[in-house]
């Protein structure tokens, strides 16, 4: 089973900063890797599919890199409405299944 | 566009079964999509239980396979989820979500549903 990574754990930044954001995967998941964004109380959104295509609505300030084992989010100019927590996925071929990170909470500072 | 909405019982008693229904509306439930579970408990992160193929195949979280059935009625273009031997630890709540093909991703997902387990 392929486990993801994320770090850090909790970001604290301020509106107006870059936000970058870590995901780690145990062992190389090509370019399966999608990010989401959950705010409290909300089910989670799809932000970036494919380490790098942003999803049907999302800002550009939302941008996703990386291949293999190491992907990042990057928020370049943080909105109010942005700080959120953050998970990374991936679907591995075989076995079939799907792993998400353990999260990164993005916080006001 | 596709909506996805849970329904079922929001409390189950230990050891029983929990049983929800994820009903697909805007769109088929036999595209060319994977169908999803994923729950969270309180405060924690995401996992993922298991998914399904309009056909009927199925690919199971291995933590969970031994108590999980997903199913699908085309008929009524809906898929559903069974849990069974529930403790507290399966207090969470209950997503459901379609899958894109291949890569897995998720979009869109339903609104949740809690499901607590309590006698």
């Known amino acids: 089973e392929i486990v993801l990574t994320q770090s850090p754990a909790t970001l604290s930044l301020s509106p107006g900063e870059r936000a970058t954001l870590s995901c780690r995967a145990s062992q190389s998941v090509s370019s399966y890797l999608a990010w989401y964004q959950q705010k409290p109380g909300q089910a989670p959104r799809l932000l970036i599919y494919d380490a790098s295509n942003r999803a049907t609505g999302i800002p550009a300030r939302f941008s996703g890199s990386g291949s293999g084992t190491d992907f990042t989010l990057t928020i370049s100019s943080l909105e109010p409405e942005d700080f959120a927590v953050y998970y990374c996925q991936q679907r591995s071929n075989w076995p079939p299944i799907i792993t998400f990170g353990q999260g990164t909470r993005l916080e006001i500072k | 566009q596709v909506q996805l909405q849970e329904s079922g019982p929001g409390l189950v008693k230990p050891s029983g079964t929990l049983s929800l229904t994820c009903a697909v509306s805007g769109g088929s439930i036999s595209s060319s999509n994977w169908w999803s579970w994923i729950r969270q408990p309180p405060g924690k992160g995401l996992e993922w239980i298991g998914e399904i193929y309009h056909s009927g195949s199925t690919n199971y979280n291995p933590s969970l396979k031994s108590r999980v059935t997903i199913s699908v009625d085309k008929s009524k273009n809906q898929f559903s989820l069974k849990l069974s031997s529930v403790t507290a630890a399966d207090t969470a709540v209950y997503y459901c979500?379609?899958?894109?093909?291949?890569?897995?991703?998720?979009?869109?997902w339903g609104q949740g549903t809690l499901v607590t387990v309590s006698s």
């Open positions: 979500a379609r899958t894109q093909w291949l890569q897995g991703w998720f979009d869109p």
